[in-house]
């Protein structure tokens, strides 16, 4: 039969067939890896010269950015301090204006007390006038050493008494109570 040294021989002839065939077919293929080591070798030189700046960029960026994010927060707080502020200024204008229509009433409330008073005519300072000068001969009866001096002071008082009440009435303008009307409901007059 045939010789084992012939299959031997053809067993490696075909073994080497196969594996010039798997060599030949691997060629492009190991060309194309060649080539794909070589741009990744390329790729990794650019990453390295780089992403380092880029990186400390980005780094950069951030911290601006959180910087920003600062001086936007104090601007909203300073916003909001001076939003403070003025609506404190308005609230104070508002009270300084209230207090002011408060003082202006009560000064034309016065005045208008004051002109009622002084056209109503001058019975109550004849009163007045007759309180002083009780008083004052009071202090003067107290002062007086002698009652002879006392008498001819009275006299002389009542003297002026009189005087000055028949010019007080003389001069007096009569006060018609009923033409008079009242404005103000805070102001009460005494009609007697």
Same mark, same amino acid.
Do not use: I
């Given at each position: 039969m045939i010789d084992p040294l012939f299959w031997l021989g053809l067993s490696i002839l075909l073994v080497a067939v196969s594996l010039t065939a798997v060599l030949v077919a691997a060629l492009p293929a190991l060309q194309e890896l060649a080539r794909a080591a070589r741009s990744a &070798?390329?790729?990794? /030189?650019?990453?390295?010269?780089?992403?380092?700046? %880029?990186? &400390?960029a980005i780094r950069l960026t951030g911290l601006e950015i959180s910087d920003l994010t600062d001086d936007v927060s104090q601007g909203v707080q300073s916003a909001s301090n001076v939003a403070k502020q003025v609506d404190q200024r308005i609230d104070n204008a508002v009270k300084q204006a209230q207090k002011v229509e408060v003082g202006t009433r009560s000064v034309f409330?016065?005045?208008?007390?004051?002109?009622?008073?002084?056209?109503?005519? %001058?019975?109550?300072?004849?009163?007045?006038?007759?309180a002083e000068q009780r008083s004052r001969k009071r202090d003067r009866i107290s002062n007086i050493p002698y009652p002879e001096e006392s008498e001819e002071n009275n006299a002389a008082f009542l003297e002026q008494y009189r005087s000055y009440t028949t010019n007080i009435e003389s001069s007096q303008v009569p006060y018609d109570v009923s033409n008079?009307? *009242?404005?103000? /409901? /805070?102001?009460?007059? *005494? &009609?007697?």
């Open positions: &070798e390329k790729l990794f /030189d650019t990453l390295r010269r780089d992403l380092p700046p %880029t990186l &400390e409330t016065g005045v208008k007390v004051a002109w009622k008073t002084f056209t109503r005519g %001058t019975r109550r300072s004849s009163d007045r006038f007759l008079w009307h *009242d404005d103000n /409901d /805070d102001v009460e007059t *005494d &009609e007697g």
